[in-house]
């Protein structure tokens, strides 16, 4: 694969998914007991949103930049801005999800972080290097599911969130999470997606429907019509095992931030399936 996050730093789609993620660890840590962290496709931490990758994709403007400076009211979009430094103006700087949830995590918390590209993961450990109770992996974040689950700690959040590059990725990220759930049933799991002109997000949709698995949350941000030919249309996840009253909270934040980065477009916060 030749895919560089670095492309696409910052943009909406990593804005929607960070404040998930920070939303869910702030939720997970509310009890003291030690969390696990498992990244299956963790990037290289950090992005320079001033070098030749980021400023040659030129999504950032219209993702963290659309913040710098906004009056809001969301304490999980506040904690967002505090943790990605998104009121910078303008921002340099954008953490991938690795740095964003150890930015998070406790001292007592423990991460897997796994990336496959060589030069991306050494990058990575050398984000995270001296950080105690934190592993960065190179290889295939699919099997990392089965060395690492279930955890010893039996309570944290698995973000499965691959580049999609490959034409079997839809049908890959739905038996990860079915398999993921079937090694560590009471884990909160984040599956990331893209939204693009087509239907492979119905799809898969669809099957986690059928799929026999409960509690899958779904949440939902577009920035264009779903059926746009320009890229990227919006950013969806699936949680499973979403925290208590995850659905009402996350529907205001993403309503504002909606209001936020595009104006229009929609969010949704539904569940695919029930308990």
């Given at each position: 694969m030749n895919y560089r996050h670095a492309f696409h730093a910052g943009n909406f789609a990593d804005v929607h998914k960070h404040v998930v993620l920070l939303a869910l660890l702030e939720r997970l840590k509310?009890?003291?007991?030690?969390?696990?962290?498992?990244?299956t496709h963790a990037g290289r931490g950090g992005y320079d949103l001033r070098a030749e990758d980021a400023t040659r994709g030129g999504e950032w403007p219209e993702g963290i930049a659309r913040l710098a400076g906004r009056p809001l009211q969301s304490a999980d979009l506040l904690r967002y801005v505090q943790a990605t430094h998104a009121a910078d103006t303008?921002?340099?700087?954008?953490?991938?999800?690795?740095?964003?949830?150890?930015g998070a995590l406790r001292e007592g918390d423990r991460a897997v972080l796994i990336e496959q590209q060589p030069a991306e993961a050494q990058a990575l450990k050398q984000a995270?290097?001296?950080?105690?109770?934190?592993?960065?992996?190179?290889g295939d974040g699919y099997a990392g599911l089965k060395s690492h689950l279930p955890p010893r700690e039996n309570r944290g959040l698995v973000l499965i969130d691959p580049p999609y590059e490959a034409d079997t990725e839809f049908a890959d990220?739905?038996?990860a999470l079915r398999f993921g759930l079937?090694?560590?049933?009471?884990?909160?799991?984040?599956?990331?997606?893209?939204?693009?002109?087509?239907a492979q997000s119905q799809r898969l949709n669809?099957?986690?429907?059928?799929?026999g698995l409960r509690k899958l949350l779904r949440l939902e941000l577009t920035?264009?019509?779903?059926d746009s030919p320009i890229g990227l249309n919006g950013s969806g996840l699936v949680i499973a095992?979403?925290?208590?009253?995850?659905?009402?909270?996350?529907?205001?934040?993403?309503?504002?931030?909606?209001?936020?980065?595009?104006?229009?477009?929609?969010?949704?916060?539904?569940?695919?399936?029930?308990?």
């Open positions: 509310q009890k003291p007991k030690p969390l696990f962290y498992l990244d303008p921002p340099t700087w954008y953490p991938g999800s690795p740095l964003v949830a150890l995270t290097h001296g950080r105690r109770n934190v592993a960065v992996i190179c990220v739905e038996r079937s090694r560590w049933p009471n884990g909160v799991f984040a599956l990331w997606y893209p939204i693009k002109a087509g669809a099957a986690l429907q059928s799929s920035v264009r019509p779903a095992n979403p925290p208590w009253k995850f659905d009402s909270e996350m529907s205001d934040a993403l309503d504002e931030l909606r209001a936020a980065l595009a104006g229009s477009g929609r969010s949704t916060v539904e569940w695919l399936v029930g308990e």
